[in-house]
């Protein structure tokens, strides 16, 4: 079955390095998203992507930054970690709906991340 | 810009007893709706989306949503609470295609035996 996984599912790192979550798809989307949630804010939205060689930056994006090299993966980097970037952080991807429908995102399980 | 609401952080039912978990939004163009659920220490699973086809939107596990234009609102109900529908809940919005969501802080259900 075609799924997304996320890896690792719990990762403990310190201040000031650098930290790379994957994202892995196997339902061909060409769209992909990262989220972290927060108690509070719900889930928002990190970098997203819509193919290929594309990336954008959604609400957060500061201290982060995405790659997309082929279809299936869009890895998430943490350049320098801080304390204020412990989270779970969740990938989705989507394809575009029918004509007169929006996509439909579907997440993965999830990366708990704590910076010490 | 777009938003949404959601009332109470906190919902506790008894089982049996009606579910509705309060949504409202902002939005100066016609809104994509959705409701998600999220069980512990999992990712969110689709509950039911809005796309304009009809305002009362049915979805799994018995769930349905009413998209109210003139209230602004998109209430989540469930007639009869089951135990398992012990989760936290997200309504989120979408502007147009392309999937960017925007979502609620999250509302956590509880249902008591």
């Known amino acids: 079955d075609a799924e997304i996984t996320q890896s690792p599912r719990h990762k403990i790192t310190e201040t000031g390095r650098q930290v790379t979550l994957a994202c892995h798809q196997t339902?061909?989307?060409?769209?992909m998203f990262w989220y972290r949630q927060d108690l509070g804010h719900g889930l928002r939205l990190i970098h997203y992507s819509y193919g290929v060689q594309d990336t954008n930056k959604g609400e957060v994006s500061d201290g982060y930054s995405v790659s997309r090299s082929n279809t299936e993966d869009l890895p998430l980097t943490l350049e320098s970690a801080a304390s204020s970037q412990t989270s779970v952080y969740f990938c989705?991807?989507?394809?575009?709906?029918?004509?007169?429908?929006?996509?439909?995102?579907?997440f993965g399980p999830g990366t708990r991340l704590t910076v010490l | 810009a777009q938003s949404v609401t959601q009332l109470g952080s906190h919902v506790s039912v008894s089982e049996g007893a009606l579910v509705l978990l309060r949504c409202n939004y902002s939005s100066s163009v016609p809104p994509y709706l959705f409701w998600y659920v999220q069980y512990p220490n999992q990712g969110l699973q689709l509950l039911l989306k809005y796309t304009s086809a009809a305002t009362l939107v049915k979805g799994i596990n018995g769930f349905e949503a009413e998209f109210k234009k003139s209230e602004t609102s998109f209430h989540l109900t469930k007639p009869s609470a089951h135990m398992s529908d012990a989760a936290e809940y997200f309504c989120a919005i979408t502007e147009g295609r392309g999937g960017k969501l925007i979502f609620g802080q999250g509302t956590e259900l509880s249902v008591k035996p």
């Open positions: 339902w061909n989307h060409n769209n």
């Open positions: 989705a991807s989507s394809t575009p709906g029918p004509p007169g429908e929006t996509d439909t995102q579907y």
